[in-house]
Each structure stands twice: as structure tokens, then as C-alpha cells.
């Protein structure tokens, strides 16, 4: 929270004092083929403790920017040179003001030294397209049934589009982003799922070969990965974004993973919102999983979080993405906890 300060107002700053060099008066020769003498320009600002009160109000937000500036200094300590893994899904991809908001806070990382890197999903848009061409979209237990015409629209959409789209935006915002897939310098390697008789080209990470992302975060450029793989002989596969994020998480040393989703995050009971389970163990986890505590799309988030854990990454988070400025939030309140 950021507190109110005694303050100026963007008023109290007076008329600048300008001095100039006086112009040539009527007795003054003036030489020949000679250039006129740049004019040179003294500003003096000054500031009076007696502000306007019709002006406190402009000078109070004003300093409120300043305030949330100084405050962020722990976070940029905390954070510069760190690299950071966002899975963007859900609900924050429909919302345009949520989408913008996302954007936003990956290249305002960027910007502050942090190296943002994000794996997406793109769920509603690959139901859509599957829906335009008379296919109705199935899910067990979180992932989505992919058969061979599903995957071929999963690869249009991911790759083809949502991708791009997520490149453009971001550059628009003034980062740099490079869209990447899985199969993108055998970025990704894929398996099949244990369970692939029913999921179909529905596959797991066998192996991540992180090399073609090293240079990319190096330059601060953000890595923009959609989770499309192939096997060892050319097999597309889906790959679950949050398992897909988990596993790229490990393979690049991350500080910390965050998954967005469309819930308040994981509950101890699911049917009263204030369960909320703010922070847990790896065993505390695999035992509310083992209870049945943990089901349906939360499965494959918290199985990534805790492989992730297991790999090195410091800190996991599944965070609420319909929050404006969330995952921003979550990064703040781990510096402040320090």
C-alpha cells in the first residue's frame, strides 16, 4: 500500500527562468558569411512548499509514481539478471484488457533487468477453430483429447497464430520478442503419453534442449514459446502448456515458474473459496493430490510445479490471471518476503 506524503504540486514548479544572449544591437557589424551563434538557454526551476490547492491532486498522483518507483528498488535487486517463466493461459488470453495488462508487466520485467520468458496456451481459440471445422473439443482430466485433425488445427493455431499475434504485441509495447515452438531447434522433444490410447498426440516432455534459448535471453530479447513438439521421428504432439512451461523452467536455471489460471489458485477444499492454500510443500502437495484434494485442469499444474521444484527452480506459483497485474504481484510480494 502506498501511503499519501506531504507534497508539491506539478503547479508549485514556476515559470522557468530563461537567459539568453542578448541579440546584436543597431552599432554592431555584423561579419560577414558568418553562422548565427547557437542560442544558448538556462532553465531554473523552483519549487514552493505553498502548492495551489486546486493543483494537490495532480501533485499527489505525481508522487504516488514516485513512491511506487523507490518501493520496487528490493524487487529490482532481487530479480535483475533472473529469468523468470510465465505460462500465459486461460482467462488473462480472452480478456484484451487483461491481455494488455500481461504484455504490459512482461516487458516492463524486461525492461528492469529480469528475463522474462512465456509459454502459452491458447485453449479458447484452438476451440473455436475446432468448432468451425464440426469438431467438438474433449478433455481428460485437464488435457485435451488430440486426435489427427485436432492436432493439425492445434499446430495452425498455436504456432500459426496465437503465437504471432502474442510477438506483435509485445513488440508493439516496446520489447522484443521471438516466437518459438517446440520443434524450433528441437527446443522441445516429445513422447507419447502413457495414456495416448485415449488422449491420442497428446505427449510429454523427454527431453529440452535449452541451447537456441540461451542467446535469445542473453540479448534481452523474450522468448515467446508455443508447446508444439516432435518426436524422434517427426510425430507432432500437443504438449500441455503448464507441463511444457515446468519442464523449460528446469532446463533454464529459472528463478521461478508462474502459472496463470483461471481460479484463486489451489483450495484446500473445492467447494469454499476461502480455502485458499497460499503456500505448500512438495510432500504437502503429492499428499492433497493423493487425496483426491486436487483434480480435473489443477493436476497437470501442480504436477509441473512440483517437477519444476524437484529440477531446482526455486519458487512455483499458480496465480489467479484474472487479477490485472498478477503475476507482477506475486513477484513483488516474494521480494518483500525476501
Same mark, same amino acid.
Given at each position: 500500500?502506498?501511503?499519501?506524503?506531504?507534497? @508539491?504540486?506539478?503547479s508549485?514548479? @514556476?515559470?522557468?527562468t530563461?537567459?539568453?544572449?542578448?541579440?546584436p544591437?543597431?552599432?554592431h557589424?555584423?561579419?560577414?558569411? +558568418?553562422? =548565427?551563434a547557437p542560442?544558448?538557454?538556462?532553465?531554473i526551476?523552483?519549487?514552493s *512548499? #505553498?502548492?495551489? #490547492?486546486?493543483?494537490?491532486?495532480? +501533485?499527489?498522483?505525481?508522487?504516488?509514481?514516485?513512491?511506487?518507483?523507490s518501493?520496487?528498488?528490493?524487487f529490482?535487486?532481487?530479480?535483475?539478471?533472473?529469468?523468470?517463466v510465465?505460462k500465459?493461459?486461460?482467462?488473462?488470453?480472452?480478456?484484451?484488457?487483461?491481455?494488455?495488462?500481461?504484455?504490459?508487466?512482461?516487458?516492463?520485467?524486461? /525492461?528492469?533487468?529480469?528475463? !522474462?520468458?512465456?509459454v502459452?496456451?491458447?485453449g479458447?481459440?484452438?476451440n473455436?477453430?475446432?468448432l468451425r471445422?464440426?469438431?467438438?473439443?474433449?478433455?481428460?482430466?485437464?488435457?485435451?483429447?488430440?486426435d489427427?485433425?485436432?492436432?493439425?488445427?492445434?499446430?495452425?493455431?498455436?504456432?500459426?497464430?496465437?503465437?504471432?499475434?502474442?510477438?506483435s @504485441?509485445?513488440?508493439?509495447?516496446?520489447?522484443t520478442?521471438?516466437?518459438? /515452438?517446440?520443434?524450433?531447434?528441437?527446443?522441445?522433444?516429445?513422447?507419447?503419453? !502413457?495414456?495416448?490410447?485415449?488422449?491420442?498426440?497428446?505427449?510429454e516432455?523427454s527431453r529440452?534442449d *535449452?541451447?537456441?534459448?540461451? =542467446?535469445?535471453?542473453?540479448?534481452?530479447?523474450?522468448?515467446?514459446?508455443?508447446t508444439v513438439?516432435?518426436?524422434?521421428?517427426g510425430?507432432?504432439?500437443?504438449?500441455? +502448456?503448464?507441463? *511444457?512451461?515446468g519442464?523449460?523452467?528446469a532446463?533454464?536455471? *529459472?528463478?521461478k515458474?508462474?502459472? @496463470?489460471t483461471?481460479?484463486?489458485?489451489i483450495?484446500?477444499?473445492r467447494?469454499?473459496p476461502?480455502?485458499?492454500?497460499k503456500?505448500?510443500?512438495?510432500a504437502?502437495?503429492?499428499?492433497?493430490?493423493?487425496?483426491?484434494?486436487?483434480?480435473?485442469?489443477?493436476i497437470p499444474?501442480?504436477? /509441473? /510445479?512440483?517437477?519444476?521444484?524437484?529440477?531446482?527452480?526455486?519458487t512455483?506459483?499458480?496465480?489467479d490471471?484474472?487479477?490485472p497485474?498478477?503475476?507482477?504481484?506475486?513477484?513483488?510480494?516474494?521480494?518483500?518476503?525476501?
Open positions: 500500500m502506498l501511503l499519501a506524503k506531504p507534497h @508539491l504540486s506539478s508549485s514548479f @514556476l515559470s522557468s530563461r537567459v539568453s544572449s542578448p541579440a544591437g543597431p552599432n557589424a555584423k561579419p560577414i558569411a +558568418a553562422s =548565427p542560442r544558448r538557454y538556462l532553465r526551476t523552483a519549487t *512548499a #505553498a502548492a495551489p #490547492a486546486a493543483s494537490s491532486a495532480e +501533485a499527489a498522483a505525481a508522487l504516488s509514481r514516485v513512491d511506487v518507483l518501493e520496487a528498488l528490493p529490482i535487486q532481487r530479480f535483475k539478471g533472473k529469468t523468470v510465465v500465459y493461459g486461460g482467462a488473462a488470453m480472452k480478456s484484451p484488457e487483461l491481455q494488455a495488462s500481461v504484455i504490459r508487466d512482461l516487458v516492463l520485467l524486461s /525492461c528492469v533487468g529480469l528475463h !522474462p520468458v512465456l502459452h496456451g491458447g479458447p481459440e484452438i473455436s477453430w475446432l471445422v464440426g469438431v467438438e473439443p474433449q478433455f481428460r482430466n485437464g488435457l485435451r483429447v488430440t489427427a485433425l485436432t492436432m493439425e488445427v492445434v499446430e495452425m493455431v498455436l504456432v500459426g497464430k496465437v503465437n504471432k499475434h502474442l510477438v @504485441l509485445i513488440n508493439l509495447a516496446g520489447g520478442a521471438v516466437g518459438l /515452438c517446440g520443434k524450433d531447434a528441437r527446443l522441445l522433444t516429445a513422447r507419447p503419453s !502413457p495414456n495416448a490410447a485415449a488422449l491420442g498426440f497428446v505427449g516432455v529440452v *535449452a541451447t537456441v534459448l540461451h =542467446p535469445i535471453i542473453a540479448s534481452g530479447h523474450i522468448p515467446v514459446i508455443a513438439a516432435a518426436d524422434e521421428t510425430q507432432a504432439y500437443n504438449i500441455n +502448456a503448464d507441463t *511444457a512451461a519442464e523449460i523452467a532446463a533454464v536455471g *529459472a528463478e515458474l508462474l502459472l @496463470l483461471d481460479v484463486s489458485g483450495l484446500a477444499d467447494n469454499d476461502g480455502s485458499l492454500v503456500e505448500i510443500d512438495i504437502g502437495m503429492r499428499q492433497m493430490v493423493s487425496d483426491g484434494q486436487v483434480a480435473g485442469g489443477m499444474k501442480v504436477e /509441473c /510445479c512440483v517437477r519444476a521444484l524437484a529440477q531446482g527452480v526455486h512455483a506459483s499458480i496465480i490471471g484474472r487479477v497485474h498478477s503475476f507482477l504481484s506475486s513477484l513483488l510480494e516474494l521480494a518483500q518476503m525476501g
